[in-house]
Each structure stands twice: as structure tokens, then as C-alpha cells.
């Protein structure tokens, strides 16, 4: 029979060593006792499903995966470290339609022997990074498998916009981005040769930093076409020229290597460049604008959308990028 008492013996209270010892029914009261609330759910945890308020009427969604092995190390990040990236590349798809994050549902899968601290402690994240996103955690689901899978569906907010899709770029339009790009792909190659500096770099890639508020406002200011720098730039802009059927040129110049991604690459022997125009996870947010609209703060121009051609849908500096680049769930990278 199910321990209903948390994995304590006679109702008697002690630390369970594992998620075993705490048992599913105690593992989700531990989990949805570390959560906070917003304006915005009008029913949180503890019910068949949650009710969030929708002014809208228009509800954004979008969904993603964390495997343990693929997408994160547990001897490089902390749960904590999980918890905030899971929550941060799911907020920044729905900021990247010019939506506000809402709400958070977690789907969780974890062996019986991990120790109970870790899915408390990837809550703390999870819920700490909705916070900075002006969302809440709402409930989810967990079950017992072999191998740590975070799985987030992100839900999200108009306000009375309409939706920035991939297809809107025009020729003429001008590309520009907000955030870091790079910055990850630059934390990766250090922890892959076994160092833990320089520390800003290996920060951004356990604990990516989304502008989330940018995405509402490109769409309050016109944006014409908008994504989050998930895969890698090329591979993303490529999204957003397949989906508005345009080419985009990207100016190398214009592109931000800080000197110190500069001396990380002189040190692994890899072009700092190479890890800006394709390295993934940074998620900042990339979109197309008018040619005539002055750019939000905080936001550069790095390119310019053009008419389609024979070139490839990205070029850089007028020419093909002929380096490999890019995320595919389907390729070869891991974090190994």
C-alpha cells in the first residue's frame, strides 16, 4: 500500500534520504509546499488541473524537455542550476511571440534512489526563474523512471497583442538582437576540458538569462517577425527566412565577442565568432523591425533582411556560413 504519510513509518516525521523514502505522495507535497502564487491563477496545485486567468482569451503555449545526460550534467550543474534553465528556455518562447509568461506545469521523472533534496532543490529554480518572468508554478505531474527528465509547458499572455509570428520579415526589415549570444557555448567548452572559469561564461550556460520583457515590447513597437536564440543564430534566423520565405544577412561586425570569450577560444583553439553565430541556449531574442523604426534599448542591429536568392537563407557578411552550427535534438552533441 501506498505510504500516504511521506515514506514515515507510523507517521513519525524524519528526513527521507531518497525519492523512494519519501514516496510519490510525499515527494509532491514537498514540492508544491516551496511554490508561490500570482494575480493570474485563480486555482494552483492540489486540484484535477489548474484554472489561470486569461484577459486575452488567447492562451500561448509552448513545451520543453531537459534529459539528464543529453541536456544537463549533474556533476556540472546543481538542480537548482536544472530547475532555472528548465523554467528559462520555456518563459522565452512565449516572450518570443510577445506574449507575458503566466504559468508553469512540470512533468517529472526520476529514479527512486536519487536523493530526495535534488527535486526540492530543481523546484527552488524552477520557481525562483518563474518569479523573474512574473510567473507561477501551477501544478504538474511526477512518476519513477531511470532517467531525470524535467519537462516544462510554459503558458503565456497577449495583453491584447497580436502574436509575433516566424513569417512576418520582409525584405527591407532589419534584423536586431537582444541578450547574450555565445555566452553558453563559451561555459560549455570550459566545463568540457574540466574548468570551472571563467565563471560569467559557465553561469550563462547552467543559468541562461532571457530578456523576457523585450519580447512585448518589439511587438508593442511593430516587430515584424521574432524568435529566442535557442539552437544557435544561423540555425534560428533560419527559422525565421524559411517562415517569411527572405534571405538575412548578418553582419559579423556588428556582433558583440567580449574579449574574454576571445581568450577562451584562443585557449580551446575554436574561432569566439563560431560560438556567437551558432552556439544555442542563451536564449536571447532576435527579431525583424521596419526599416523606419527607431530600435528598443538595449537592442543592436546585426543585419538586414533581404529578398531571396540562390544563397543560402543566412548569409554572413553576403556569404554562406560553411561551419557546422547549430542544435539538433537528433544530432550528435551532448553535454558529454
Known sequence: MQDLSGGYPGGHPRSPGTVGELGEFGLIRELTSR???TPAVRIGPGDDAAVIAA???RIVASTDILLEGRHFRRDWSTAYDVGRKAAAQNCADIAAMGAVPTALLLGLVVPAELPANWPTELMDGIRDEAQVASAAVVGGD???GDTITVSITALGDMRNQDPVTRAGARPGDTVAVTGWLGWSAAGH???SRGFRSPRAFVEAHRRPEPPYHAGPA???LGATAM???SDGLIADLGHIAESSKVRI???SGALDVPAQMSDIGQAVGVDPLHWVLTGGEDHAIVATFPPQQKLPARWRK???VLAPSALPQVTVDGAPWDKAGGWDHFGDQDED
Open 218 to 220: 518589439a511587438a508593442a
Open 142 to 144: 511526477v512518476a519513477r
Open 227 to 229: 524568435t529566442d536564440v
Open 55 to 57: 484577459p486575452d482569451r
Open 189 to 191: 567548452a570550459v566545463l
Open 249 to 251: 544577412d548578418v553582419r
Open 302 to 304: 546585426i543585419g538586414e
Open 35 to 37: 511554490l508561490t502564487t
